[in-house]
């Protein structure tokens, strides 16, 4: 059962620019998270997704940033117009759905570098 | 807001001594907390979770005790190994997130 897969690992934009990052949760997981981790901080939560909605996306920016989890394919998120600030590690987790609470998996992380 | 406080920020220790890190948070309402480890430039690995129902937990040379009502948790490490040396987080789970400490940065010497 392969874990949480996230591509690509490294990515590199120049300002103005648009990064797509991609996250495959683990087999039979439903529920996506995303965090991102800025440089010498902690990891912050950004979004929950579940197939097809949004859940929660009270940690995410107002603007140029947006998550989707289609019903077929990977969860996506997407930053528009990229600026120096938004270089971080990404990572995304997931988890299986159904009653109670479930272990959040994690992937690899992107690590974007905005030029 | 839940906040998760982690002490020490950084500890070096040599090879073979036992050792604590420290995490506390401010809001008991939690579902779960984890521990986990992070290799520079690497993810995340899973260390241990505790249920919020459960005081403690072990895995092989690692234990975490969690005591919700003074929202305190320790991870207890035996016996280190300079293949310890990682940056350890905190993490409880409230509402549908995780909320992360700073980590704590070990380094063993052998």
């Known amino acids: 059962n392969a874990g949480v897969m996230q591509n690509p690992r490294h990515l590199v934009r120049r300002r103005g620019q648009e990064a797509r990052l991609r996250c495959s949760p683990m087999?039979?997981?439903?529920?996506v998270y995303w965090y991102r981790q800025l440089p010498e901080e902690g990891l912050k939560f950004m979004v929950y997704l579940q197939k097809e909605n949004i859940i929660d996306e009270s940690g995410m920016p107002k603007e140029r940033f947006s998550a989707e989890f289609p019903k077929e394919g990977p969860s996506i998120l997407r930053i528009q117009q990229v600026v120096r600030g938004d270089s971080a590690a990404y990572f995304c987790?997931?988890?299986?759905?159904?009653?109670?609470?479930?272990?959040?998996?994690f992937g690899p992380g992107t690590r974007l570098t905005v030029t | 807001k839940q906040e998760v406080t982690q002490i020490p920020a950084a500890l070096s220790v040599p090879e073979g001594e036992n050792l604590v890190l420290n995490c506390s948070f401010t809001d008991s309402a939690i579902y779960n907390l984890q521990w986990f480890r992070q290799d520079p430039g690497k993810g995340l690995t899973s260390l241990l979770l505790?249920?919020?129902?459960?005081r403690e937990q072990t895995s092989g040379r690692l234990n975490a005790s969690l005591d919700k009502s003074s929202g305190r948790s320790t991870l207890y490490i035996a016996a280190s190994q300079p293949g310890d040396s990682a940056t350890y987080l905190c993490a409880v789970e409230g509402g549908s997130r995780l909320t992360f400490g700073e980590g704590t940065q070990l380094t063993v010497n052998p």
């Open positions: 505790i249920q919020s129902s459960q």
């Open positions: 987790a997931s988890s299986p759905g159904g009653q109670g609470r479930h272990e959040q998996y």
């Open positions: 087999k039979g997981h439903s529920h």
